[in-house]
């Protein structure tokens, strides 16, 4: 089954692809690795602000990284590399926290769920989740993305 | 001689390589790279736990890298691919701080010294270390890894 | 166009490539890729310290954030690797950031606009932004980079 095929059967409506919010590219190939640059969460064309442990709860986190996965695979499809998933290789998961907020893990599976079930076993990925004070634009989350790609 | 040999001659027993904390592996091959996750200080089976800055000392933070480094190992181990190192190429140390704590690179040093310690030139790497406000599950320190394998 | 000659037209003169500031290496090639470690900004040779929203003004921090940048080249040109970049891929940028600061993505172009200018399209890469509450020895700014290399 295609990756297209299986978003729809799992009711999955990609958003567009973000523009850069600065000087930089959204994706870029080296070899037949794509790193995704970091991507910040919008629901419903929204972004998702605020901190985890004050403002954000932990449902809105996990939704706000959910929404970065999204992204991560609106940003594979318009570089026309959807299909050519071979594995999720690596997350970064960077979460806006208060000091004493430590569930960042069950933040970013939010993201990492999402892997699983667009891709099966290709979407397991290693990963990292770490906690920041502040992301740009005040944004809850942001994910980046090591992907391999099929020849 | 072999890492297992050189781990023993040192003396070093390896953690079990610790189960990921959520949705995710702790290592993943693509090409000759093995990305390793983000891995947390066990010592002595417990979680080093604080803030470099507030409870934990920079000894103790030290302490917690070496353990960090330690699991990095212990996972590679449990993947069957411990001889199979070729260099370790890169680390990315994430250090639990109070604003005012700027050590970090002697904190990570914990785990590249180990490094350059079981590797010799094969465990020099590159490295960023920064601070961040909280870790996953409260702890001191996490440390991710880009290990390149021999065939 | 050389590298040398298009900094030169640049009027850009490369620091000293900084000595790691513990236990790892500036750069380490894995295959046709080079990473570079986490490099912290030296302006007339004094490190920029401070946070971004506190005593570092945007501007500073734009500053720093280039400074970086060269200092990269720096460590590219120290190694013999200047003239063999094929691609800069990926850049990590960490501004040091009080929680209400959320322009982290104009610091970082400060690195980003200076990899366009002096390597064209093949300077454009991906990139994640992150604000941190500290870094090494107080640092406003540490960037790590990625780099494709030609044979």
């Not at 978003?7 to 919010?21: F, K, R, S, T």
């Not at 600065?22 to 064309?45: D, E, H, K």
């Not at 809105?60 to 695979?73: T, V, W």
């Amino acid at each position: 089954m295609s990756i297209e095929a299986k978003l729809a059967e799992l009711g999955i409506d990609l958003p567009e692809a973000a523009a850069p919010v600065a000087s930089y590219q959204p994706l870029v190939v080296s070899g037949s690795t794509a790193y995704i640059s970091g991507q910040l969460p919008f629901v419903g064309g929204k972004l998702v602000t605020g901190k985890l442990g004050d403002t954000v709860m932990l449902e809105q986190g996990q939704e706000a990284a959910r929404a970065c996965g999204l992204m991560i695979l609106a940003q594979l499809k318009a570089a026309g590399l959807l299909e050519r998933v071979e594995r999720v290789v690596k997350l970064g998961g960077f979460v806006a926290s208060v000091p004493s907020f430590s569930d960042q893990p069950k933040v970013v599976n939010g993201c990492s769920d999402l892997m699983a079930e667009v891709f099966g076993e290709a979407g397991k990925h290693a990963r990292s989740a770490v906690g920041v004070p502040v992301l740009p634009l005040d944004a809850a989350v942001e994910v980046d993305a090591i992907v391999a790609l099929k020849p």
